[in-house]
């Protein structure tokens, strides 16, 4: 879904901390001569802050040493969101990830370690920024017919979980996800799963491939110009997951061509009403008024001879 209008704040954390937000574990802003760093002082960073409201925050960082890997770790309020592996003496592409958080205090970390030991050579991280979206109308299940509901991947407390894709972001409209792998695993915990759909963009030609109980459904292609809606009915499956294969095919041996938008599920919330449910629900009230009326009878014949 798309989100809400909101206000957008935007902070370079090279060279600023956000007012009211805590920032601990990182030097004060340095300049390499080309671009402003800051260097990393302890074996995690931690960003603090209190909020009022619901907020959506995206959080892009690089992190460099001339002769470690490096391995980080991001946490939010102790819950682990993503982790990544930067090559010693690169500047790779910048990690990207995003989270909601409800009104509260909460507490960004990022772990480093140099094969799972603590890194011995200087670490910079350069390109480190925040976008703070306030998200408050945004809801993880939408209403879309009497007893019918749409559950969304992206929104707080959303029960659906997906495999292959990377962090959430934010591109000023709408919530995506980058797909890193050949495959995505979208699932869900639902009695009655009616369908689901995802959208699908890439900057290439692709194709998407949907899978459902290990049986392929449909196949679509798309390119740069055009996006993909792929969906399933799961009214007689009733399957709890479905696979999309994404294959770039411009270059065959990539996997990140292409992005993910509005992954969904709608689901029933009423008990079925299947004609057979009816006929055994009639039979045990009309049983129930025999018994009624047999035992209330032979009552009305002594009190009106």
């Known amino acids: 879904m798309a989100a809400p209008e909101a206000n957008i704040v935007t902070v370079d954390l090279r060279t600023q901390v956000p ?3 805590t920032l601990t574990g990182l030097s004060e802003p ?5 671009n402003f760093y800051r260097a990393v002082i302890d074996t995690q960073s931690t960003l603090t802050w209190h909020s009022d409201r619901s907020e959506f925050i995206q959080i892009d960082y690089q992190t460099y040493s001339d002769v470690e890997r490096i391995n980080t770790l ?3 309020d102790g819950h682990r969101v993503s982790e990544r592996k930067f090559a010693a003496g690169r500047f790779e592409i910048p990690e990207s ?5 409800p009104p509260g205090r909460h ?3 990022i772990r480093y370690t140099c094969s799972k030991n603590a890194c011995k050579a200087p670490i910079r991280q350069y390109w480190t920024s925040l976008r703070i979206h306030e998200d408050s109308k945004t809801a993880w299940q939408q209403q879309v017919g009497v007893y019918a509901q749409r559950w969304s991947l992206d929104a707080p407390n959303s029960p659906l979980t997906i495999k292959g894709v990377g962090g959430l972001q934010f591109d000023g409209i709408n919530y995506v996800r980058p797909i890193i792998d050949k495959e995505i695993s979208f699932s869900w915990n639902a009695r009655k799963p009616l369908n689901t759909s995802i959208y699908v963009a890439a900057n290439q030609d692709f194709r998407v491939t949907t899978v459902l109980g290990g049986q392929e459904v449909s196949v679509k292609e798309g390119s740069s110009k055009q996006w993909i809606k792929s969906e399933a009915s799961l009214t007689h499956a009733g399957l709890q997951s479905v696979t999309f294969r994404i ?3 411009d270059n065959p041996k990539t996997t990140n061509c ?3 938008y509005f992954p969904q599920v709608t689901v029933l919330t009423f008990p079925s009403t299947h004609w057979t449910d009816r006929v055994v629900s009639l039979c045990i009230v009309m049983l129930m ?7 209330l009878y032979p009552h009305r014949q002594k009190v009106f001879p």
Do not use: Q, R, S
Not at 289 to 295: A, C, E, L, N, R
């Open 19 to 21: 007012v009211g937000w």
């Open 30 to 34: 340095k300049f390499d001569g080309v």
């Open 74 to 76: 991001l946490l939010v």
């Open 97 to 101: 990830t995003g989270f909601f958080v």
């Open 107 to 109: 507490t960004l970390a």
């Open 247 to 249: 294959e770039c095919l």
């Open 258 to 260: 292409a992005y993910l």
């Open 289 to 295: 008024i025999v018994m009624f009326w047999y035992w």
